[in-house]
């Protein structure tokens, strides 16, 4: 069955740098989105994409966060300059069709920022 | 969005059935009831949808209220692998397109034992 998958599983970093968390979607699915849920807490929406752009983000997605789809297959999230609230585990989702919102999540990287 | 109200917590046996419950009181005529889970240490996982009608499939059944304020996921055997936060999310059948984020409560979670 195919899957979202999410590269690295974990991530470490030091405060202030940047980190690039990377994001493969199910081959045929057009709607792409990135979660984030801080340890204990719950799952809360940063950004959709769709058609090579953003489509709604939330109050958390402020500038040093990007998002970009480079290849056709790859689907990444950008922090610029990690601060330590940024811990959390992040999860890419996707979906196919615009009628049904049936969400395919991947299995998520977590990242520390120290 | 029409708000969701789950109980923090249930217990189950293995082997036994279980009802999970999601009241909605201001649920809209074009929302959509989705149930997700997530399993300790994974990302989430869609389990079943339904707009009016009960709904099964391999996972799960969904039971939705005549009058759409309440529905119930129900497990018909939980086995240890069941163990998760269930999450009862509504979104609207006509905000479905290129948006469709899914907003996450706390959800249900679910102990099995064995």
């Known amino acids: 069955e195919p899957e979202v998958t999410q590269t690295p599983s974990h991530q470490v970093t030091q405060m202030g740098q940047e980190v690039i968390l990377r994001c493969v979607p199910i081959s045929n699915h057009l709607y792409f989105y990135w979660y984030r849920q801080i340890l204990g807490q719950k799952v809360e929406f940063l950004v959709s994409?769709?058609?090579?752009?953003?489509?709604?983000k939330s109050e958390i997605f402020d500038d040093q966060f990007s998002v970009e789809r480079p290849d056709g297959s790859n689907f990444t999230l950008k922090i610029r300059s990690t601060k330590l609230e940024d811990s959390a585990m992040y999860f890419c989702a996707s979906r196919v069709t615009p009628s049904v919102n049936t969400q395919y999540f991947g299995p998520g990287t977590r990242l520390t920022v120290l | 969005d029409a708000k969701t109200t789950q109980p923090n917590s249930m217990e189950s046996n293995e082997e036994e059935p279980v009802h999970l419950p999601c009241n909605h009181s201001t649920i809209s005529g074009t929302d959509y009831i989705h149930w997700y889970r997530q399993l300790p240490s994974q990302g989430p996982e869609y389990v079943i949808h339904?707009?009016?009608s009960n709904v099964n499939n391999r996972m799960a059944s969904l039971a939705i209220a005549e009058d759409r304020k309440s529905s119930t996921l129900i497990l018909h055997r939980a086995t240890l692998r069941d163990a998760a936060v269930y999450y009862c999310i509504l979104r609207d059948l006509n905000y479905g397109g290129s948006q469709g984020n899914l907003i996450f409560g706390k959800g249900t979670k679910l102990s099995v034992k064995p």
């Open positions: 994409f769709y058609n090579n752009e953003i489509s709604e």
């Open positions: 339904g707009l009016t």
